[in-house]
């Protein structure tokens, strides 16, 4: 079964812009979550979405959005990039039919803002 | 504020030798606690998980929990180099959702040939 994809592996934006990360989950899980990790935070919750509804949202600025499909790709989006926002962005997908289900990571898209 | 602490490290062990990582939680209603390896540029792949008191063994690794402590361990037995990297404990905490994991901010593991 493939694991978690996700696309770009690299990006380079400037302040102000905006980007958008795509994460296609393990086939048949429903739940998609993303993470910001840099050096300094560690890894952070962003959002996490489930049967394309937003479930829990963790502590970011409103210029982080996502969204989920119906086929349960996930895509986030940062609006108004600030350098502070270059971190490696991790999804991770799970069945989540129970708070012990394992959340399995994608290769991460490592974004870098000049 | 739920957290999850990790002491940062580096935790050197030789060779062959057993290494010891912690990490406490600060919510008591926390269900579920894993441990993902994460090596230099890579991203998290999980290594244990564990939901009940006591011991849970895998291969070389073992992780223990203690939640009237709040407390969860791993293990690792025979350390290899290989097995250098930054060990992450998440805990998917009590109110929070089934898939909203709280990390800590890693202990990184140095084995020394």
């Known amino acids: 079964k493939a694991g978690v994809t996700q696309t770009p592996r690299y990006l380079i934006k400037t302040r102000g812009q905006q980007v958008t990360l795509s994460c296609s989950p393990i086939?048949?899980?429903?739940?998609v979550s993303w993470y910001q990790q840099t050096p300094g935070q560690g890894l952070q919750f962003l959002f996490e979405?489930?049967?394309?509804?937003?479930?829990n949202k963790g502590n970011f600025p409103g210029r982080f959005s996502g969204r989920q499909f119906s086929n349960s790709r996930s895509e986030m989006n940062v609006s108004t990039l600030e350098l502070g926002d270059s971190a490696l962005y991790l999804c991770a997908s799970s069945l989540a039919t129970s708070e012990k289900e394992t959340q399995y990571f994608g290769p991460g898209t490592r974004l870098l803002v000049l | 504020q739920k957290e999850v602490e990790q002491n940062s490290g580096p935790l050197s062990v030789p060779e062959g030798a057993i290494a010891s990582l912690n990490c406490t939680y600060s919510?008591?209603?926390?269900?579920?606690f894993f441990w993902y390896r994460q090596y230099s540029g890579k991203s998290p792949e999980l290594i244990m998980s564990?939901?009940?008191?006591g011991d849970k063994e895998d291969g070389r690794f073992t992780a223990q929990l203690n939640k009237a402590s709040q407390y969860v361990s791993l293990l690792i037995r025979d350390s290899q180099p290989s097995d250098s990297a930054t060990y992450l404990c998440?805990?998917?905490?009590?109110?929070?959702?089934?898939?909203?994991?709280?990390f800590g901010k890693g202990t990184m593991l140095l084995v020394s040939p």
């Open positions: 979405y489930f049967s394309e509804t937003q479930r």
């Open positions: 086939s048949g899980h429903r739940s």
């Open positions: 998440a805990v998917n905490m009590g109110n929070s959702g089934y898939s909203t994991l709280t």
């Open positions: 564990i939901y009940s008191n």
């Open positions: 919510d008591r209603g926390s269900q579920s």
